[in-house]
């Protein structure tokens, strides 16, 4: 079964950038649609962004638009979500949630309806 790994989460500044990476071994995620989502202590789980399994596919949350940016590396097999601007809500915990493609029908969610997940990287903004 397929679990990604989610990496690059830290301590930021607010206003400043961080990159997330989402891989897998042993399969290839251009195969999957892939989305991020984020937890907050005592708040739900939110979708952040998504994409595609060509890529060709994003969505983002209001509170993100503009912000953060979601793209693929095929040759690494990688997904990245750029994050720029932080601002302090955005702290959390990210997750990388994977999908078949073929169960998403090419669509791209940011509900939780994602079969694999990762561990979680935790994102920290504060001065």
């Known amino acids: 079964q397929l679990q990604p790994v989610e990496s690059g989460g830290g301590l930021v500044q607010p206003g400043g950038s961080l990159r997330l990476s989402c891989t897998a071994s042993?399969?290839?995620?251009?195969?999957?649609?892939i989305a991020w989502f984020r937890q907050a202590p005592g708040k739900e789980r939110e979708g952040v962004s998504c994409?595609?399994?060509?890529?060709?596919?994003?969505n983002y949350a209001d509170s993100v638009k503009g912000r953060f940016t979601i793209s693929r590396d095929y040759a690494k097999n990688t997904v990245y979500l750029e994050m720029n601007s932080l601002k302090p809500e955005d702290t959390g915990v990210y997750y990388c949630?994977?999908?078949?493609?073929?169960?998403?029908?090419?669509?791209?969610?940011?509900?939780?309806?994602?079969?694999?997940w990762g561990q979680g990287t935790q994102v920290t903004v504060s001065s």
């Open positions: 994409i595609g399994g060509s890529g060709d596919s994003t």
């Open positions: 949630a994977a999908e078949d493609t073929r169960v998403l029908f090419g669509i791209c969610p940011l509900r939780p309806q994602y079969a694999y």
């Open positions: 042993e399969f290839t995620l251009s195969l999957y649609t």
